[in-house]
């Protein structure tokens, strides 16, 4: 296991990731960017996907999410 997912879970008040997967996020020159999307039962995380980084991108709380809508690009 990774100690900065580890310490990402436990710092949320989770007790374990549902789901992960990386994904690519469109920047603004139209390149995808790696990160790692991260799913707990409390909050949803951005992660890069480099280990050189360990920065934290984004967290954003569950009750906070209206709907999640999938590209019809994909």
Do not use: H, W
């Not at 995808?32 to 934290?56: E, G």
């Amino acid at each position: 296991k990774d100690a900065r997912v580890e310490t990402i879970v436990l710092r949320s008040g989770s007790n374990k990731v549902t789901f992960s997967e990386q994904v690519g996020k469109i920047n603004r020159s139209l390149k995808s960017d790696p990160r790692i999307l991260m799913m707990t039962d409390l909050a949803i995380f951005l992660l890069p996907n480099s280990p050189k980084s360990r920065k934290l991108k984004r967290t954003i709380n569950i009750r906070d999410i209206a709907a999640v809508v999938l590209s019809p690009y994909c």
